[in-house]
């Protein structure tokens, strides 16, 4: 659906579903030069057994207009002031990668928010090199394509795809192609400078669920683990043979843990 | 994996890996109708296309997935889905795409059957087609109408040969916000990818070199997922709720991949243009092979151009690779590596040469096919093009005593005794005519 915030025209994919502001919303938040479409198979999927899904394009990203935002700090408050244009009161924050940290700092700063958490792909830093920086500056394209290949895992490279006849890298290179120019740059270098997902996790009190991936080249295991360790009401699935993607590599299992999850 | 498979890897194994339970080196030929639901529930979600999987055979299967991912994968495209022929690839495609009152600009330049369905069948549902020399930019332009929805062609025109430059039709393309649909059946993904040059959509007879074995008939679409289905209204029931799905809105929902996914829930749900698990198993085994069997087919083409160029008995040869030809530079830019092992001749003797020429080789087969691993030829004004008008015929470039040749795999030498056979059995007429 189309929604103005503050003052951009923004896209939230609600899953083929009206939203219908009728209890806890589950927030779908994308990762550094996704869009709303990282979550084709979840919005959808989770719409349809009546859960109140947003999955927002965050400014210049997918279909949303404006800037992209320049810190994990500003995107959690904006994503806190898009539930307060919807009069959402509670919600549960699902994070992709970057969307992992916004959920984080989101849930420390605005406990009363947020019920509960999803982290997928994440850890409590995203350092990115500086080469891949300079690619997201410089050469947009090498970078979409590097970033494509390394998160996709062995299955991905395989082109063994649950959704018939796709390509994950194509499909990848090309979703992350229909973003604003300048939205990878900002993003990466949102991930880079954030250093407050130590004393976020600290404070978060509510459940989590963190879903790692065995063969994650982007945010390694070992670090989503120490996430998981460093979150005192959480609980994690790590799906072996499965890369970055996880949301679209995996996703029968990854839904069935959120359900199961979020059944609770 | 330390980087992305290139092409002749990913000929072998894109789409496939092996299944846990079985662990099936090769690809499993999948040879149901149906799927059992895990439950009710799960039946649902696939319907609504909530998580991907097959349902039934007619909208998909496991087997062609495999062939369409490895197409997909092959031409650098987000998605492919394949059809039971390349006709059936190119019509649903138009049928997915245009509205009653829907316009094309295409090739005049074409195979008969994909001229016919434009100039003939598809005006029945109220889609009417400009039909445009190739090569002709400025005509093309001139021809988009506010209610025109894609331009068409062929890379490599059949039988004619003509070479369409996808970079600067792309641009024409896109300035006019319509999609460029390409039928890359002659050049195959090997020669040319397209969508790196600005085509949209890509139709692919895989009966032909892709399969290369003659023994099924395939078709394909493949999706760029460069085209922006949402930036004017042209496009509304992929760009706007459609009837399927509680008004899906395809574009918004599947993003670069929308086009794919309206062909499936439409396209194959509703015209059922399937193609067979078997004949999918077949096609993928050609597939493995295509590199190797692309440069054996650019090797013997270009043999085979020296000979007929050099021979006494014919009249004219066409092919790209030849500096005669109007689109050989646009050609050699292209596809560095061959515009395709399709060589069209005369011989000196006209028709009734031509037509002994045919009846006498034996090695080379006279069949409606090209592409295959054997030699091919055969009369296209008789077979191939009849079906088509005489004005047609003339501005598709076909003349008469035109012998379509498709350079197959044999080895040289014998494919060369061969036309020497048929050559001598046609010099009566060259001694006619003289």
């Not at chain 1, 979550?39 to 279909?63: C, E, I, K, M, N």
């Not at chain 2, 909530?50 to 031409?75: C, F, K, M």
Request: aromatic letters at 8%; hydrophobic letters at 40%; charged letters at 20%.
């Amino acid at each position: 659906m189309k929604h103005q915030l503050l003052d951009t025209q923004i896209h939230i994919a609600t899953g083929g579903r009206s939203f219908a502001n009728d209890g806890e919303a589950l927030v779908l938040l994308h990762g550094s030069g996704q869009n709303h479409l990282t979550w084709v198979l979840q919005s959808r999927y989770f719409a349809y057994r009546g859960f109140q899904v947003l999955a927002p394009d965050f400014p210049g990203h997918g279909l949303s207009g404006g800037m992209p935002l320049d810190s994990i700090e500003d995107m959690a408050d904006w994503v806190i002031a898009l539930l307060d244009s919807l009069d959402v009161k509670t919600a549960c924050l699902v994070g992709h990668s970057q969307g992992c940290l916004v959920a984080i700092d989101a849930a420390a700063r605005y406990p009363e928010r947020v019920s509960r958490l999803g982290l997928i792909a994440g850890a409590l830093a995203i350092p990115v090199n500086d080469q891949l920086l300079t690619m997201s500056d410089k050469a947009l394209s090498k970078a979409i394509s590097v970033m494509t290949s390394w998160g996709h895992g062995p299955m991905a490279h395989m082109h063994d795809n649950t959704q018939p006849g796709h390509s994950f890298l194509g499909y990848g290179n090309r979703l992350m192609a229909s973003n604003h120019a300048n939205a990878l740059r900002h993003d990466l270098t949102a991930c880079n400078n954030y250093s407050g997902g130590k004393a976020a996790a600290a404070k978060i009190t509510q459940p989590v669920l963190c879903i790692l991936a065995a063969s994650d080249r982007m945010t390694p295991v070992k670090f989503g683990t120490a996430m998981a360790d460093s979150l005192i009401n959480s609980e994690r699935v790590i799906m072996t043979g499965a890369g970055h993607m996880l949301p679209a590599e995996r996703p029968a299992e990854v839904n069935d843990a959120l359900r199961r999850f979020l059944a609770r | 994996m330390s980087g992305d498979y290139k092409f002749d890897t990913l000929s072998l194994h894109a789409g496939h890996v092996p299944d846990e339970r079985h662990g099936s080196r090769a690809v499993p030929i999948h040879q149901t109708t149906s799927y059992v639901f895990q439950n009710t529930e799960h039946a649902a979600a696939l319907y609504n296309q909530e998580l991907g999987g097959h349902l039934y055979t007619r909208i998909s299967n496991p087997t062609v997935a495999v062939l369409e991912q490895r197409v997909a994968a092959l031409e650098g495209g987000v998605a492919a889905t394949a059809t039971a022929s390349g006709m059936a690839a190119l019509s649903t495609a138009l049928l997915v795409l245009c509205s009653q009152g829907d316009h094309i600009v295409s090739s005049s330049r074409m195979y008969g059957a994909n001229i016919n369905l434009l100039e003939n069948t598809l005006p029945r549902f109220g889609i009417t087609t400009s039909f445009i020399d190739p090569s002709d930019l400025d005509g093309i332009e001139k021809a988009i109408q506010p209610n025109t929805k894609m331009i068409f062609g062929e890379v490599i025109g059949n039988p004619g040969l003509d070479i369409m430059d996808v970079e600067a039709v792309g641009k024409i393309a896109a300035k006019a916000g319509i999609p460029l649909m390409l039928d890359c059946t002659f050049n195959t993904p090997w020669l040319l990818k397209p969508f790196e040059l600005g085509a949209n959509l890509i139709v692919h007879s895989l009966t032909k070199w892709i399969g290369g074995h003659g023994v099924a008939i395939g078709g394909a679409v493949v999706d760029g997922g460069n085209f922006d289905w949402g930036q004017n209204d042209k496009f509304p029931t992929i760009a706007g709720p459609h009837y399927a799905m509680d008004g899906i809105n395809f574009y918004e929902e599947f993003g670069p991949a929308a086009f794919t996914a309206k062909f499936r829930a439409e396209g194959m749900y509703n015209f059922g243009p399937s193609l067979s698990p078997t004949n999918a198993f077949h096609i993928l085994q050609g597939m493995e092979t295509l590199p190797l069997r692309m440069q054996r087919h650019m090797d013997n083409t270009a043999k085979m151009l020296e000979f007929l160029c050099g021979h006494d008995a014919v009249a004219w040869v066409r092919h790209p690779n030849l500096a005669d030809h109007p689109g050989h530079e646009l050609a050699k830019r292209m596809m560095p590596r061959g515009a395709g092992s399709i060589i069209v001749f005369g011989l000196k003797g006209g028709r009734d040469a031509g037509r002994t020429f045919i009846e006498s080789v034996e090695l080379a087969s006279h069949l409606a096919n090209v592409g295959d691993a054997k030699t091919l030829v055969i009369h296209p004004a008789s077979t191939t093009h009849s079906h088509i008008s005489a004005e047609a015929m003339i501005e598709g470039g076909l003349s008469d005593d035109m012998i379509r040749l498709s350079v197959g795999l044999e080895d040289f030498d014998d494919i060369k005794a061969d036309f020497e056979m048929g050559f001598r059995a046609a010099a009566k007429f060259t001694k006619t005519k003289d």
